[in-house]
């Protein structure tokens, strides 16, 4: 199995920037792609950027430009680093890991205040 511990969120002001992390444990090795989802209050869960163990990136299209996702492989962890944050953007953030395992974090709250 795999678990999956984020951390990083917060409340900021519109146009702040937040980082958030996600470290992975037990069988890293089955890992193919890590990502992160998120909802909203009232709405369903999205996706919002997911990353490919040799690198590639893939994002929404509500957040390209503004979010970047990267990975360590060798810490296990993938970041999310969010910039000019819009109130719309406050969500619970939930890490994602999927390769042999499908691998959900607890969630970790982002509010943004306009």
């Known amino acids: 199995q795999v678990q999956l511990v984020e951390s990083g969120g917060g409340l900021v002001q519109s146009g702040g920037s937040l980082r958030l992390s996600c470290a992975a444990s037990?069988?890293?090795?089955?890992?193919?792609?890590m990502g992160w989802y998120r909802q909203g209050p009232g709405k369903q869960r999205e996706l919002v950027a997911y990353?490919?163990?040799?690198?590639?990136?893939t994002y929404a299209d509500s957040v390209k430009g503004r979010f970047t996702i990267s990975r360590d492989n060798a810490k296990n962890t993938i970041y999310l680093q969010m910039n000019a944050l819009k109130p719309e953007d406050t969500a619970v953030y939930y890490c994602?890991?999927?390769?042999?395992?499908?691998?959900w974090g607890q969630g970790t709250q982002v509010t943004v205040s306009a």
């Open positions: 037990g069988s890293t090795f089955t890992i193919d792609h």
């Open positions: 990353i490919a163990r040799a690198g590639t990136a």
């Open positions: 994602n890991s999927r390769g042999l395992y499908n691998s």
